[in-house]
């Protein structure tokens, strides 16, 4: 009797039905590239922010602005000093704002340029530099969202501006008698604007000079 070979059993390797492949529209497309965007701007701002050297100084006991820089009594009071350049510096202070105030893209695109523009005007008196911008620029600053657009880093930088300013012209005795002038241009009250000078607040300061109502975020 003749045995026939068996023939080993054959296996098909199981076929998996296709995975659903979610459809892109054009709207997911855009936030997802946004998104993207603003990662990369906030990681580009805050090196920035760590690269720069920082040696701001505690600052010591609160006094009266009067008893540092006392003003002769019936002599006029100075106006703000202004750029040398014929206002070209609160110009370009009026454009890094605008900008900023934009979005995080934008921002991205014109970081090289902003950084240029901002060590330009360094020098100008701090209220030359605040006095300079539209209110509505200032505003959307410092009230953006601090999770969406890079808020937060934002105002970091707009008021360690105004900080490192400040700092440096009551080091030099130079800011007392130009609180009239910059309150009227500001169209605020000085009595309220001089003790936050006093006590080194920024924040307070901007937030009551554009009515602004950014939290602190130490």
């Given at each position: 009797?003749?045995?026939?070979?068996?023939?080993?059993?054959?296996?098909?390797?199981?076929?998996?039905?296709?995975?659903?492949?979610?459809?892109?529209?054009s709207?997911?497309?855009?936030?997802?590239?946004?998104?993207?965007?603003?990662?990369?701007?906030?990681?580009?701002?805050?090196?920035?922010?760590?690269?720069?050297?920082?040696?701001?100084?505690?600052?010591?006991?609160?006094?009266?602005?009067e008893?540092?820089?006392?003003?002769?009594?019936?002599?006029?009071?100075?106006?703000?000093?202004?750029?040398?350049?014929?206002?070209?510096?609160?110009?370009?202070?009026?454009?890094?704002?605008?900008?900023?105030?934009?979005?995080?893209?934008?921002?991205?695109?014109?970081?090289?340029?902003?950084?240029?523009?901002?060590?330009e005007?360094?020098?100008?008196?701090?209220?030359?530099?605040?006095?300079?911008?539209?209110?509505?620029?200032?505003?959307?600053?410092?009230?953006?969202?601090?999770?969406?657009?890079?808020?937060?880093?934002?105002?970091?930088?707009?008021?360690?501006?105004?900080?490192?300013?400040?700092?440096?012209?009551?080091a030099?005795?130079?800011?007392?008698?130009?609180i009239?002038?910059?309150?009227?241009?500001?169209?605020?009250?000085?009595?309220?604007?001089?003790?936050?000078?006093?006590?080194?607040?920024?924040?307070?300061?901007?937030?009551?000079?554009?009515?602004?109502?950014?939290?602190?975020?130490?």
């Amino acid at each position: 009797m003749e045995i026939q070979p068996s023939e080993e059993p054959t296996y098909e390797p199981a076929t998996e039905p296709p995975a659903k492949t979610e459809e892109w529209d054009s709207e997911k497309v855009a936030r997802t590239a946004l998104t993207i965007f603003s990662l990369i701007a906030c990681c580009v701002f805050f090196h920035g922010v760590c690269r720069k050297k920082r040696t701001y100084s505690l600052p010591g006991p609160l006094q009266p602005l009067e008893a540092v820089e006392p003003l002769e009594p019936g002599k006029p009071l100075p106006p703000i000093p202004r750029c040398e350049h014929g206002g070209k510096c609160e110009e370009k202070a009026r454009y890094i704002s605008k900008t900023t105030a934009e979005n995080t893209v934008t921002l991205l695109v014109h970081h090289t340029t902003l950084e240029g523009l901002g060590e330009e005007i360094d020098h100008i008196h701090p209220f030359a530099f605040l006095s300079a911008h539209e209110k509505q620029h200032v505003r959307t600053i410092f009230n953006e969202n601090r999770l969406h657009g890079g808020g937060s880093l934002k105002r970091r930088r707009f008021i360690g501006g105004v900080r490192k300013g400040m700092e440096r012209e009551l080091a030099a005795k130079n800011i007392a008698r130009y609180i009239p002038d910059f309150a009227k241009k500001m169209d605020k009250d000085p009595a309220l604007i001089r003790p936050l000078i006093e006590g080194r607040d920024w924040l307070g300061l901007v937030n009551y000079l554009f009515d602004t109502n950014a939290p602190r975020e130490e």
